[in-house]
């Protein structure tokens, strides 16, 4: 059977000030393949797909559409031509049900009568039954976890006659039983004819989803391969030019014994509005890892030890000294730090420099200190190279960084700082391989400088490599921790899936 030739870029280049973006890009997809791009944080992979989208205009270079040259393509004639492009964050109207989502902006309810709302229901159940989701058309999306609205944003963008729907990062906010769902979507989209452009920074679910997949490193295409004729090891060298480890493996462990003097740190019977009576105990030295379903609670427990939201009871003891923070400023002044996952609402100050967004929490409120960039300038490029922040300088501003850099922006801020309590929430989300170990290594480290880390995560295999105990959130409870024995991928999901475990057995 020969495939039908849907996209065909030709010499593709873009630059910004300071950076080549993209660097002579080709690169072919077929009606029904998933083609993924991989590639290090400022690879160039966002950019790449805002050219098919129309959110870029390249500098050179040109784009085959179904046969049809174009130089640059507009937003519209984007959507004319079938691609469809979901990006990270969700474009949804909360107030408004799964159906309305689905159709908001198409021509049809316009067709329908604008309000036939019966109609509406109708042609939504029916998409959502092809995909074979669980999902009610009525159902108002403000009530959706953010799996399902990820999958919402799919069945829009499929309800719209897509021929090409392209992916950035699609599984970033997802847990493993929800990146299945859209894995099932996928497939079925495939099976259509749609041609799928997938980007992740997960190797095992390229292997998983896709048919072939393009390394870019630097602005520049590597290689494109089959995916049968490659293995992980191949393509992990192609994106950062030297091999790495894709299972981090922690060196020293520290001494599970509990009597020996050291700190401690106790978290008993926190209360929130997500949160319900969790308690549990972190030494100094630990990594303690928390896992469950995204939804679970574990970002509001992580809010509440930072005294970001109202707290209905309990306490944080260091040493048997309640330390409770009632807001962020006295979280800080106590040596609490929040490494949040949601880098630009709450992590950084996208107008202002890296320089000034790295040294922005080591500035001491308590003793008036002025702020010295100078001086701090040093630090700042130390931290920039060890976690190969690609920028071209210190003071570009951090709005004009890759999504994986900006992260790293918000984890050099905090690493910086001298806290005694961290809180990581999903420490690696959109980090490359490369730098991810080099993020590991700063974490153990600051275990092993006698800190409290406490890690939230959904990628099983670091939340099982980095962590010594593991505790499970299942609705709002902690209903287990696991030592490191038990804390195998199977044992997590079954907690996290509601089936209380035993500290005991
Ligand atoms: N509007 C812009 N102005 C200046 N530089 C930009 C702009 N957009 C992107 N860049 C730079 O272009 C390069 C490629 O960025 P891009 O966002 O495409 O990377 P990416 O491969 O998607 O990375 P990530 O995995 O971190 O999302 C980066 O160095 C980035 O800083
Ligand atoms: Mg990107």
């Known amino acids: 059977m020969v495939q039908e030739l849907v996209l065909e870029v030709d010499n593709v280049s873009k630059n910004f000030p300071g950076v080549q973006a993209l660097k002579n890009i080709t690169f072919s997809l077929y009606a029904g393949e998933v083609h993924c791009i991989v590639g290090e944080n400022g690879a160039g992979k966002t950019t790449f797909i805002k050219i098919l989208s129309g959110a870029l205009v390249p500098d050179e270079g040109t784009i085959k559409v179904f046969g049809k040259t174009y130089r640059t393509i507009h937003p519209s004639l984007a959507i004319t031509l079938g691609i469809q492009t979901v990006y990270q964050e969700s474009v949804l109207v909360n107030s408004l049900s799964v159906a309305e989502n ?19 229901m109708e042609r939504a159940g029916e998409i959502i039954s092809r995909f074979g989701v669980a999902l009610s058309p009525g159902e108002l999306v403000e009530n959706l976890s953010n799996a399902e609205k990820q999958i919402v944003g799919i ?25 299945a769902t859209l894995f099932k979507v996928l497939r079925q989209a495939e099976e259509r004819e749609v041609a799928i452009i997938y980007i992740s920074h997960h190797l095992e679910e390229v292997f998983e989803i896709g048919d072939r997949i393009t390394v870019l490193k630097d602005g520049k295409k590597v290689a494109t391969h089959e995916v049968e004729k490659v293995n992980q090891d191949t393509l992990i060298r192609e994106m950062v030019g030297r091999p790495a480890e894709l299972f981090y493996v922690r060196g020293r462990l520290p001494s599970q014994e509990r009597d020996d ?42 809010r509440l030890l930072f005294g970001l939201d109202p707290r209905e009871g309990g306490e944080l003891l260091l040493n048997g000294r309640n330390i409770i923070p009632r807001s962020p400023l006295e979280a800080i002044a106590r040596g609490i730090c929040l490494i949040t996952e949601d880098r630009q609402k709450t992590g950084l100050i996208l107008s202002r420099s890296v320089r000034e967004n790295t040294v922005l929490a080591t500035i001491n409120l308590t003793r008036r200190e002025w702020l010295n960039l100078e001086i701090e300038g040093e630090k700042v490029e130390k931290i920039v190279g060890q976690l190969q922040i690609v920028t071209p300088h210190i003071d570009q501003e951090v709005m004009y960084l890759s999504g994986g850099n900006q992260q790293k922006v918000v984890l050099a801020k905090w690493l910086l700082t001298r806290g005694k309590i961290y809180l990581f929430d999903e ?7 490369g730098a991810k170990e080099e ?29 010594d105990r593991v505790g499970v959130m299942c609705d709002g409870e902690m209903v287990a921790i696991l030592n490191k024995e038990e804390a195998s991928e199977e044992n997590i999901l079954s907690c996290a899936l509601g089936r209380k475990m035993n500290d005991e057995d």
């Not at 090409?164 to 599984?171: G, Y």
Request: aromatic letters at 6%; glycine letters at 10%.
């Open 261 to 302: 003097g050291r700190e401690v740190l106790e978290v008993h019977n926190l209360r929130g509005v997500m949160v319900k009576n969790v308690s549990f105990q972190v030494f100094s030295g630990e990594i303690f890892g928390i896992g469950g379903m995204v939804g679970s609670g574990r970002t509001e427990l992580l």
């Open 102 to 120: 689905i159709f908001l902006g198409h021509e049809e309810i316009a067709r329908w009568g604008l309000f036939s709302r019966s109609k509406t």
């Open 439 to 467: 993020i590991y290594r700063l974490m153990v480290k600051l275990a092993e400088d006698g800190k409290f880390v406490i890690m939230v995560s959904s990628d099983m295999p670091e939340l099982i490599a980095l962590s």
């Open 427 to 433: 420490p690696t989300r959109g980090i490359d391989v």
């Open 155 to 179: 069945l829009k963008a499929l309800s719209q006659e897509a021929r090409v729907l392209i992916l950035d990062e699609p599984t970033a906010a997802l847990s493993a039983v929800e990146k």
